[in-house]
């Protein structure tokens, strides 16, 4: 890697590299014309799927950094380095050389982790299947930032260059609600005009202008422990209360919000009533005041039923990002750019989450679902299409050399 963190916490700068010369071209840029090599993106983007990096994999998160990191140094990147806590990857701060580096530019906001753990390449193997390719965290999100340096790489190889610095922040707990690094996403983005976020497309080919708010619960349930075989009827299981606790959850969704149990754990032994049991819970609304009276409904768990006792703790957040004038504008550019490709680019909202609803709540103008086109992210058929994948790459690099 070419960068480190010192003890006090600083970003090290410890592999400068001086700005390369560039034309700047003409506009209106002809992004059909590029240089963009999907030869070069398909080898890149393969040894990256095949470098597994769960979440909670820290040694498996940094080694995806050091490729990543490696591809950027290669292009002239001055890449740094930030360690995070116990049992996460860190953070990795890439800023191209540029006349006006230290200025106002172009953020391009990434997460490398994914929800796929080790071993997953035996029952989802990187594959080339006709127009598709195959892997885990191919298309959520190794595809879009792959897509996002070939990008840069193209204009490069153009002799074009970009009005604006552009710094590539990647990031390893996106997957869990971004915990550690939302403060770090924040500051980095205020020093930017623009954001742009490499995530999945939406079904429709649509970018995104706007997220859904989302927040996480941790609950446990207390119950009484006792001999399940011989004094069954003194104990209280946790599990059936969490189970009771389950189905009193997934009924509270309406159309203002959605309720999720994606993780449940209790019991130690088959022959002991489980004294505890724990759950996770995924809540979604479109807007703010909905997310907070679905807090309300969760937070009203706690308490005790039939013995058993539920505690509610509420986990990490993101807040609701609505779509402003100003992403709107960059909207505009960039659905002007697809439309010299033929393509008829439109916008939404979306549910899902990303580390754009921090920077679009800020009011800083961002741009997400600029990434790849393909389905199944999170799951064991996960894949991108290349000719979509390969023409929203272009768009993206007309983006780069257009915002000023």
Same mark, same amino acid.
């Given at each position: ?8 916490g600083?970003?090290q ?9 560039c034309?700047?071209t003409?506009f ?13 993106f398909?080898?890149r ?8 990096? +769960? ?9 995806m950094?050091?490729?990543?990191? @490696? ?8 890449v ?7 049992g #996460? ?9 540029h ?7 172009i953020?391009? #906001? ?6 796929? +753990? ?10 080339e299947?006709? /127009? @598709? ?14 897509? &996002? ?8 190889q ?6 604006l610095?552009v ?6 707990? $996106? $997957?869990?609600?971004?915990p550690?690094?939302? $403060?770090?996403? /924040?500051? /980095? &983005? ?9 995530e999945?497309? !939406? ?14 619960? %941790?609950?446990?349930? !207390? ?10 009827s003194?104990g209280?299981?946790a599990?059936e209360?969490?189970?009771r606790?389950?189905? $009193?959850? %997934?009924a ?5 919000a959605?309720?999720s ?8 032994w ?11 819970? #995924? ?8 997310l907070?009276?679905?807090? &309300? ?7 005790? =039923?039939?013995?058993?006792?539920? =505690? ?6 993101? +807040?609701v990002?609505? +779509?402003r ?6 909207? =505009?550019?960039?659905?002007e ?11 939404e ?30 799951t064991?058929? /996960? ?10 790459g272009?768009?993206f690099a ?6 000023s």
């Amino acid at each position: 890697m070419t960068g480190h963190r010192d003890r006090g916490g600083a970003w090290q700068d410890v592999l400068p590299h001086p700005p390369p010369k560039c034309a700047t071209t003409e506009f209106p840029l002809q992004i059909d014309a590029l240089p963009f090599d999907a030869d070069d993106f398909l080898a890149r983007l393969r040894s990256w799927v095949l470098c597994e990096s +769960p979440t909670w994999d820290a040694e498996a998160v940094n080694r995806m950094f050091d490729l990543a990191g @490696r591809d950027l140094a290669i292009m002239g990147a001055t890449v740094e380095r930030l360690s995070a806590p116990t049992g #996460l990857g860190g953070v990795v701060r890439a800023r191209m050389p540029h006349p006006h580096a230290g200025e106002k530019g172009i953020l391009i #906001l990434a997460h490398l982790d994914t929800v796929h +753990p080790i071993g997953t390449l035996h029952r989802l193997p990187w594959r080339e299947d006709g /127009e @598709r390719c195959y892997g885990p965290g191919i298309l959520d999100m190794k595809g879009g930032l792959c897509l &996002a340096v070939s990008a840069l790489r193209a204009l490069t190889q153009a002799g074009i260059s970009t009005h604006l610095p552009v710094t590539f922040l990647l990031t390893g707990d $996106e $997957e869990i609600g971004t915990p550690f690094t939302r $403060e770090i996403i /924040e500051a /980095e &983005a205020s020093r930017n005009c623009h954001v742009l976020v490499p995530e999945p497309a !939406r079904p429709s080919n649509a970018v995104i202008s706007g997220r859904y708010a989302i927040a996480r619960f %941790n609950l446990r349930a !207390r119950g009484r422990p006792s001999h399940a075989g011989a004094r069954l009827s003194e104990g209280r299981s946790a599990i059936e209360g969490m189970a009771r606790r389950v189905i $009193e959850i %997934n009924a509270m969704t309406s159309d203002d919000a959605t309720f999720s149990v994606g993780v449940i754990n209790g019991g130690k032994w088959v022959n002991c009533v489980p004294d505890t049991c724990d759950a996770e819970v #995924l809540v979604m609304a479109k807007r703010q005041a909905d997310l907070d009276r679905a807090t &309300a409904r969760m937070m009203a768990l706690h308490g005790v =039923e039939n013995g058993i006792t539920t =505690e509610v703790e509420r986990g990490v957040a993101r +807040p609701v990002w609505e +779509p402003r004038a100003e992403t709107l504008r960059l909207f =505009e550019t960039a659905r002007e750019l697809a439309g010299s490709l033929g393509m008829d680019l439109t916008h939404e909202s979306a549910g899902g989450g990303s580390d754009g609803n921090f920077t679009g709540a800020l009011g800083i103008p961002t741009l997400d679902g600029l990434g790849a086109k393909g389905d199944g992210a999170h799951t064991l058929h /996960e894949h991108i299409e290349m000719a979509p994948t390969m023409q929203r790459g272009r768009v993206f690099a007309g983006l780069l050399a257009r915002l000023s």
